[in-house]
């Protein structure tokens, strides 16, 4: 009687911690953000921040500061960026292809035996920040100084950089502040085959980096990755950034409201037109700026010349393709698109039970212990994203001065070709064999691709050509990746 008696507190103990992990925190809980959307409408603005992402929620702290200027933040996505599957470091594996998720796809990428590549993009205040693996780079010195851009080199950004920053780690102060709001921490999990990954790294001879951060030196090197965490949790732009700006009188935010196009009178912006998620009349509102006022285009990579070019900016040829009025006829909307390919090698081990997968699973369901352990002491397995050990490598196909390999080590057999595929189907499979992986990125990727629009409606997702490979160099650097990796999974060490 005594076991069955445990058995079923164990069995609710799961079932408990699988139905906080699936139902997200009500959006109720952020009344705010959670007024009606009219209110969007009701004053015309000083800024109209379109996308509560990252940037958008950064702006919206910084230009709502000294109270004198109205913003409105439209955000398409959810409002509950406190979700546990959010704060939860690990609740990553629950975030891939879900409600939190736009679920882009790139459309047959030539170099890619015409695949589509599943695009993962923040669907919630907080964007991408809220659904990424929480590492803590800033690049490197080099990055900005080659953009060549007036106000953009190293030096002008470092300052910025370390005013936002919350270094928790003691790294160096030259290099790092204290007083911001963004969270740079040590992640608080290491598994042993992680630490191990190190171990070998440095008897290959890769060096060991304690600080990807630091400036001084070159990002060469493995170690752990500072992670964008603040005790234990993931902190996001939204939790950063927004959430002091939530109360303030003269900050609205909007969630649930896509941003169909910038209005104009002329060239000037004159406010937004918005859609409601989930409207199928697409219904159109408009939300005003003040004489003078400005619209920031914070979508992300992809949404932004979205927006841009349903709102009659970009290639004049494209834009009355789609029956768009073209208000700034700019060929270069939507080009230069580019993100970094990755490949993965992926061991067995005969060491069972080691891996981090076998760590989250007991009898086929979430073990409760390491989430028992996260929600009292905000420690464990839970607050890691998986990925948080790896490094730097320039490898011969390298073509500057600076690495172009980034490694990510994974205490988890892969079970896809892809890290992608793993993630999003590792939170079904009841049981997963001991192993470990090295994803390989080709970090400073020379290929290009770009965004055009399937339709005038931003409701309707862009066609994304990735252009992964289109520069043959990232090919050589992720077969260069893979050979290391291999090499470093056989390491006798
Ligand atoms: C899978 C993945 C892993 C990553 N890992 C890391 C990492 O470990 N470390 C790191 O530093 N960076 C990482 N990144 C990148 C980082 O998250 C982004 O660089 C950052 O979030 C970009 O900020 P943003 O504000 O430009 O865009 P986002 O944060 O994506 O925000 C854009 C926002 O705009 C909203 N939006 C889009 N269209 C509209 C519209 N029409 N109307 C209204 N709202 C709209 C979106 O819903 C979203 O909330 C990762 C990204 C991904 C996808």
Redesign the pocket.
Known sequence: MKGLALLAAFLAVQNAVAATMAGARPIENLPRAHATHEKATSEPYDYII???????CLLAERLSQNGSKRILV????RADYNSLKIRIPAGILRLFKSEYD?QYESGGEPNCEGRNIY???????????C???????RGSAQDYDDWKVPGWTAADVLPVFKASQKDTTGASAEYHGTGGEWTMSHVRYQNPLSKQFIRVGKAAGLGVNTDFNNWSKPQTGVGRFHV?ETNGERCS?ATAFLSKAINRKNVVIQTG???RRIDFESKTAKGVT?NLMGDDTCKNFEASLKPGGEVLV????I?SP??LMCSGIGPAEHLESHGIPVVHDNPNVGLNLQDHPAAVVSFRTPKKGVSVTSKLRLFGKTNPIPVLQWLIFKRGLLTSTGCDHGGFVRTTAAKTNQPDLQLRFLAAKALGPDGMTTFTQLRSSKSHEDGYSIQSIACRARSQGRVRLASSN?MVKPSIEAGYFSDPNDLATLREGIKLGRQLCNHPE
């Open positions: 379109v996308g509560g992402g990252l940037a958008g439209l955000e398409a996505g736009w695009l993962q993009r923040g669907f919630v205040l907080g964007g991408s920040s659904t990424n693996v929480c590492l803590h780079h964008s732009g409201c896509m941003a918005y914070t979508s992300g990579a949404a979205q927006l931003t």
